[in-house]
């Protein structure tokens, strides 16, 4: 594949041609915006060089001459460091050197086996209330003040409550995952089924579907992409949500790491555990959006 | 000290062995039990009157985390210390036990006990004395903040005193005192790095659940500072200049908070009306210092000397000026623990202890900063941990300073402490005027028990006793502190 | 008695004025009285709006009569069922299932006590006879319209039904292909020996389809106005129809009575 066939008329591959670009000019100017003025020794005293040497400051290279610590930077890192952070947390994924440094790969485990199980508790329980409240719209109205209260309240405003009474700090971490995904999801079941076209309905009716085959095969198909659309919402919430739950509860995670680079004010491991939680909730994200392909119909 | 490899022992050392019982199966008889256990007593207090653990000589200057300084020569110093005790059992008498070796030789004396005493069986044994007296539970998770003020609790997991004593006990990283307060609540933890009022409040149920804890060692006394940001590098020199000021302490209920209070009040300066405190985890305060939000903090280290390692604030004073040897953050375990569990709640305090007199020797402190500043303790340069432990430090206003103490640790937890901390939490208003002082120092404060403690291992209490003292100057009244609380000019009650 | 009875049928919304006093409801039809013999295939035709769709839901099952009712070999009936199946105007297929698995779900439904393969062997006989053999697997949104109305035929015919109740069904569907489905219709029809009733505005269409075909006023108060007989005798070939004289003389009489809402 040559460039020029790349970049020629109709490719399909010229807009990832132009993403590249994009961030080649993104990585310049993070490059350009960080970059620290190299050190000069003239007008400090011996004391002063002493000192900021002592301070971590300065150290010397292999020529004997002073330069900035390359490991003390006080802006804010550029991309060269970021990466040299990452490869670094990256050589050794599985390691474990102590109960509270476990390797990245650990750490993105944990936080994936949280999320999940909060999400999944989150979808079941939701697909359910969802359904039944979309049936019936005397519940949807009995029930509607009591949804619009809770709703937009933040996931991790119920953690103090939900850390007092379940104690476990890992219960509450996966509550709050599950309080996070619950409304987006019930919501748009919700919505999906009460709003299932008439005449499915009436198809059903006409052929005397018993109510468990009526929801298995109508009304569940029917409101699958609603459910889905419902779904990626909560999804995209409940990754928000487990990050600060696991900076509050102090459990191992990719939360727990940024927390931990922030408190060593290691901005570069901060930005790297921030690219991480990026790159874990696309991955996850991409393979929703697959597993939703499945069920989504085209109605003409 | 050499091994004795001439005896000739048919015992196998290697085989785990249950006490009362020799290798070769048969359970001692009644007498032997007896022998056994006086020998055990005797070694013990042949072991109190030798030197420390550790036969590397000099500044022990061990830099892998991997061999434990401690651990090594201790093997060594029981065996030999066995055949003493031994010996010392056989023939009770001083000058008949002399004449009997001087006759027959060392070797050949515990050569010829050995023949009808399971020589092999109490070296084993008395080697881990500790772990043959029936520890409840042996995995433990101790809580911890990541500051200095923890340095015995920390470092005794990479530098083996847990495991010295027969613990396998891991410390478990928490980010902030609400978060260790619920676990050890919880029972997440075993026992937890707390700040020294903590047990107080807790025992208390003074802003939180009561359950009932107990302070049996102090960890750290100094090791804090009140620290200003950069811009007022030279126009703060007392209180009166920090009206306005916003200050952090890491929580309501810590010395930080007194200690700043105090200094204020003394200045004049009303801290809940001239000044703004608010509590802010310890790691926070240096990003909040270098971007403005604060003005000042009064922390634990490492923090003061991070901001001057981040070149964004100075240190002011060292708390140690206000107080000399104040304490600070302490080793807590609930009481629940300590009734259910008490074996191992002896070897988890004889550890701390152990740690916590290593700590203060000044030899060790390079060391100890090397051990605890990476990723899974405190997470910090090695230079702003070394600079803390030694007390040679940059105090980000151009001079290098010279203070050993700067940090130290002393395990008592001096009675006459508590009822301090108990009469500034009735001066700010924190708890009522009308509890038992007295009573509640004497519950939490486990001075007698650090006492005993302390001469167990071997060591001596750095001071007799903790009945006098000032701060700032003012002398502290033990037997009235409710008296002392009111007679403050600023003061709630 | 007559297979199916529509009975003195009348049909009366309350009005959605906020100050209706009780004489002000909307009268959509009233008293259509006719019936449908078994294997007749019979049409209705009428102005839009005239309410010849509402009468179909009712006779289906989907709305309710406000006097008068349906009765079916004997039986009122009241909600739908599989002895009444519909064939929608706008097809009502389900877009998640295949073209077999619409009709296969008909054909279940209908005969409970069917194995798989006596279900596959049915719906594929079905399917044949509707040309739908090569687009069995594939969803309707992979079909032309007329495709789809073809499986709404399909699934219609597979269960079986006492009547089956057409609504406008190829109103949506393109003149060219209308022809074709038609016969299709009309062979489906006559193989099976069923009984039909279509509502349809083509009055071409019903003259080709129907035995008989009712011209309903229009509405408000419509009524039935006119039973027409069509003895044009089968097969009938719709490019040899138009030089049948009798048939220029109903469609011109249909047409007429549309036109001027009377009947001559």
New interface residues.
């Given amino acids: 594949m040559t460039l020029a066939k790349i970049i020629s008329k109709g490719s399909k591959y010229k807009p990832y041609l132009l993403s590249l670009v994009i961030l080649g000019v993104l990585l310049l100017a993070w490059s350009a915006s960080t970059r620290e003025p190299a050190f000069d020794p003239a007008g400090y005293s011996e004391d002063d060089l002493m ?1 900021q040497e ?4 300065i150290v010397r290279d292999e020529s004997g001459e002073y330069i900035n610590n390359p490991d ?1 930077l ?1 802006a804010v890192p550029g991309p060269g460091r970021v990466f040299d952070k990452a490869v670094d947390e990256l050589r050794h994924p599985f390691a474990k ?5 476990h390797g990245i790969g650990w750490l993105v485990m944990y936080t994936l086996q949280r999320f999940l199980v909060g999400f999944l508790l989150a979808t079941v329980v939701a697909v359910i209330l969802g359904m039944v409240i979309g049936m019936s719209k005397t519940l949807l109205m009995a029930l509607n003040p009591f949804i619009q209260l809770l709703k937009p309240v933040s996931p991790l405003a119920w953690m103090p409550l939900l ?1 007092y009474t379940v ?3 890992y219960m509450t971490s996966v509550l709050v995952v599950f309080m996070a995904s619950l409304w987006p999801t019930m919501a748009n079941t919700a919505f999906g089924v009460s709003n299932i076209k008439k ?2 309905l ?2 059903s ?5 018993g109510w468990f085959r009526r929801f298995y ?2 009304i569940l ?2 409101s ?1 992409p609603a459910v889905f659309a419902g779904l990626r919402i909560s999804f995209g919430s409940a990754l928000v949500a487990v990050v600060p739950a696991e ?4 459990e191992l995670g990719v939360g727990y790491l940024s ?2 680079e ?4 290691d901005i570069a491991g901060v930005i790297f555990a921030i690219m991480v939680v990026g790159f874990v909730g696309f991955l996850l994200d991409y393979g929703l959006s697959k597993i939703a392909e499945r ?1 989504t ?4 | 000290m050499k091994k004795n490899k001439t005896m000739n022992d048919p015992y196998d050392h290697t085989k785990p062995l249950a006490i009362g019982h020799t290798h070769q199966g048969a359970p001692l008889d009644e007498a032997s039990s007896e022998f056994v256990q006086n020998t055990a007593s005797e070694f013990r207090q042949v072991a109190a009157s030798s030197s420390k653990p550790c036969n590397h000589t000099g500044a022990c200057d061990c830099q892998s985390q991997a061999d434990a300084p401690v651990a090594d020569g201790h093997e060594a110093m029981v065996e030999n210390l066995v055949e003493e005790a031994v010996v010392r059992s056989v023939f009770p008498n001083d000058i008949q036990r002399r004449e009997f070796i001087r006759r027959v030789g060392k070797g050949a004396a515990a050569a010829m006990i050995a023949s009808f005493i399971p020589l092999g069986d109490m070296k084993a044994w008395a080697a881990d004395p500790v772990k043959k007296g029936d520890l409840e539970k042996t995995d433990l998770s101790i809580g911890f903040i990541p500051i200095t003020c923890a340095t015995p609790i920390i470092m005794a997991e990479p530098m083996g005193f847990y495991a010295k004593h027969g613990l396998n006990a891991k410390v478990r990283r928490a980010s902030g005192w609400a978060m260790v307060r619920d676990w050890g609540i919880n029972k997440e933890v075993d026992a937890a790095h707390m700040l020294s009022p903590m047990p107080l409040s807790i025992s208390m149920g003074v802003g939180s659940p009561q359950v009932p804890y107990l302070m049996p060692a102090i960890e750290n006394i100094n090791g804090q500072a009140i620290t200003i940001a950069n811009k007022y590098k030279g126009i703060v020199k007392g209180p009166q200049d920090m009206k306005g000021f916003r200050f952090c302490v890491p929580f309501e209920y810590s010395m930080h908070n007194y200690l700043l209070r105090y200094y204020l009040a003394e200045g004049g300066v009303d801290p809940d009306k001239d000044v703004e405190i608010r509590v802010v985890p310890p790691p926070e305060m240096v990003a909040n210092l270098k971007a403005g939000n604060v003005d000042a903090y009064l922390a634990p280290d490492p923090f003061n000397q991070r901001a001057v390692y981040e070149n964004c604030g100075y240190l002011f004073k060292l708390t140690k000026e206000l107080w000399e040897g104040h304490p600070c953050c302490a080793f807590a375990i609930s009481q629940e623990f300590a009734t259910t569990n008490p074996n191992t709640y002896k070897a988890l305090f004889k550890s701390i202890v152990d740690a916590t007199y290593f700590s203060s020797d000044p030899a060790n402190r390079k060391a100890i900063a090397k051990a605890i500043a990476p990723k899974n303790y405190l997470n910090q340069p090695v230079t702003v941990i070394e600079q803390v432990l030694t007390g040679k430090y940059l105090d980000g206003l151009g001079s290098v300073k010279n203070v050993p103490d700067r940090i130290d640790f002393d395990p008592m937890p001096w009675q006459s402490m508590g009822k301090w901390i108990l009469s500034q939490m009735v001066r700010w208003g924190q708890v009522g005027p009308e509890i038992d002082f007295d009573a509640i120092a004497k519950k939490v404060y486990l001075e007698a028990e650090c006492a005993d403690m302390i001469t167990e291992l071997g060591y001596k209490q750095k001071k007799a006793n903790y009945d006098k003292f000032s701060v700032m100057g003012k002398p502290f009244t033990p037997d009235d502190p409710l008296g002392y609380a009111k007679s403050f000019a600023i003061s709630r009650v | 008695m007559s297979y199916l009875a529509v009975d003195h049928v009348t049909k009366i919304y309350p009005s959605l004025e906020p100050d209706a006093k009780k004489g002000d409801e909307f009268v959509v039809f009233e008293n259509i009285n006719f019936t449908v013999e078994k294997g007749e295939f019979v049409s209705m035709i009428g102005h839009s709006g005239c309410g010849k769709s509402t009468l179909l839901n009712i006779m289906a099952g989907f709305d309710q009569a406000t006097t008068g009712g349906i009765i079916l070999d004997g039986k009122e009936t009241s909600k739908p069922s599989l002895d009444r199946m519909v064939v929608f105007q706008n097809f009502a297929l389900m877009p998640w299932k295949t073209a077999y698995e619409n009709v296969a779900l008909a054909v279940r439904q209908s005969h409970p006590q069917w194995n798989r393969a006596e279900i596959k062997e049915w719906t594929m006989k079905y399917l044949q006879m509707m040309n739908l053999e090569s687009a069995a697997n594939r969803r309707p949104s992979m079909l032309s319209g007329g495709m789809r109305q073809r499986v709404g035929l399909a699934r219609a015919f597979a269960a079986e039904p006492k009547i089956l109740l057409l609504d406008e069904p190829f109103a949506q569907i393109d003149a060219l292909t209308r022809g074709s489905i038609q016969e299709e219709l009309l062979r489906m029809w006559e193989a099976t020996n069923s009984t039909v009733f279509m509502v349809t505005h083509d009055v071409d269409e019903a003259i080709l389809l129907s035995n008989r075909i009712a011209m309903m006023s229009s509405g408000p108060h419509a009524e039935l106005a006119e039973m027409v007989n069509i003895d044009i005798p089968r097969p009938r070939v719709r490019s040899e129809l138009i030089d049948d004289p009798k048939y220029m003389q109903i469609r011109n009489h249909i047409i007429k009575f549309l036109v001027s809402g009377e009947t001559v």
């Fill in positions: 000192m002592m301070n971590g400051d003390k006080s050197t102590g109960t509270n440094d850390l104690k476990d700090p005449d499915y009436r198809v009716e006409m052929v005397e579907l095969s109508v198909p029917a699958a900076m509050l509860l102090g927390w931990i922030w408190n060593n004010l069920f119909y085209t109605e003409s």
